[in-house]
């Protein structure tokens, strides 16, 4: 894998923690490369998977009206799909807190989690839950009780997966030979065009491009049949795939180790940017907050030595994220009620930024993404 963006010493992202319990905080290189042959973009070495997903997994699928009501319409679909061919089944990888599977029925309905606190969630909604890493022993075990599988669903977790090739080919065991895995993760050409460069961390083990996935499928007899492109996630893309050939091409943009160590120059000037105007503004407004603790952020804050003398807190909805301090640059997260302190506020979670912009018209909002700028 080539090198191309190194974003310093990174926290965990979602480690959100006491203010009384950083001593002990864990710390890695966030260094990303591509790979030649696939195409596909990854972080080299990233931690292990058990110290992101475990039983104190903090992020909630369920966490703001946008992804509720991106996760209803997601599932309403399936029910019809299923509707279509009685009997079917669904299967979700990384059903979180059920906020998708909620709308289905349990009895057609299996779940995959390796975080118990979520995976106890869907169990006690009377889902039948694994909770364990996707791969090809649990795709094999599955296979045994209920058969091949109609409709897979991920999303948001296959760029988590660092094995991707075993995934992809624990899918292809798993499927129906008339099924559709339908999965989206946030897309590379995205990230790519905005310069949002914060899409990278810890458990974002890739970024997809189509043109990776094309060839990581292709590989195990899966195949692309249409890619949606999606608004949910700072822009995702959802991959339709059976295991049937393609009907039509499938156009991609090529991506190159050149333009990716051209476009990191363009990450660099997006961090002094970022902190010329947050200086600006904080010598002429005095505070400045941000809006959404959220792992994006935590990447922001540590690549760009961000901590509570220039963004004095953090606000976000999420309840148990409340009371704790940021990863690494041990920021203050507070309720959303702190707000009405300052006019102006860093905008943490871009991705949601309508929804934001109408729940607190009067504040101002600094965002990098697609470029540096006030709104
Ligand atoms: P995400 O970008 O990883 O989905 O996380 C979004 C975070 O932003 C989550 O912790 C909830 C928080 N949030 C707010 O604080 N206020 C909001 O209005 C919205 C939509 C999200």
Redo the contacts with the bound molecule.
Sequence with gaps: MIPFLNLGRQPIANGFRRSDDISKEYFFDLITGFDEKTKLVSIINPPDKSVLFNESYI?RSS??S??RAHFKKTAEDLKKKCEAHPGSKVLEIGSNDGVMVSHLDPRQTICIEPCANMASITRNMGYETHCVFWNKDIAQAILDVHGPIQYIYAANCMCHILEIQEAFEAIELLLDKDGIFIFEDPSMEMMFQNTSYDQIYDEHAHIFSIEAIHTLLNNVGLYIQEVKPLEVHGGSNRFIVSKQKSRYPILYHKFDIDQLKQWSLGVQRSKYQLLATLYEVKKAAGRIAA??????STVIYNYCGIDSNLIEFI????LE?QGLVSPGKHIPVVS?DRLKEVDTAFLG?W??SE??KS?HPNIKLITHVPRIRII
């Design positions: 992020y966490g703001s946008t992804m809006i959404g603790a959220t792992s994006k606000s976000d909805t999420t994220k959303p979670a991705n949601f929804e934001i729940k």
